[in-house]
């Protein structure tokens, strides 16, 4: 059985940090690009950052470019999204997604985590 735990979402003042880990198991998982994608209520889900399986190469959306970093550890099954400069249209939901042997969006990932909530406030 697959799963991707996410955690160390909370509540943080405009301008502070965030490290968000994304924990998975049930699946090779050097064989999967990850990504990260976002909901903010009322809104739809929106990607952030994805990372390749080795993690040589990573993409951003704009709106964080420059402000979150995406990793991740192979060896612990594991993808990071280390967000800098919070600003508080960035609360929303965070989901880790796995897409395998590919670039993940938003409409083609194979397994999909439940999500970590960060509010930023002003």
């Known amino acids: 059985q697959v799963q991707l735990v996410e955690s160390g979402g909370g509540l943080v003042q405009a301008g502070g940090s965030l490290r968000l880990s994304c924990a998975a198991s049930g699946l090779p998982f050097s064989d999967y690009a990850m990504g990260w994608f976002r909901q903010a209520p009322g809104k739809e889900r929106e990607f952030v950052a994805g990372i390749t399986r080795s993690g040589s190469r990573t993409d951003y959306a704009d709106s964080v470019k420059g402000r979150f970093t995406i990793s991740r550890e192979n060896a612990k099954n594991t993808v990071y999204l280390r967000m800098n400069s919070l600003k508080p249209e960035d609360t929303a939901v965070y989901h880790c997604?796995?897409?395998?042997?590919?670039?993940?969006?938003?409409?083609?990932?194979?397994?999909w985590g439940q999500g970590t909530q960060v509010t930023v406030s002003s």
């Open positions: 997604a796995a897409k395998f042997y590919g670039v993940p969006t938003m409409t083609n990932c194979d397994y």
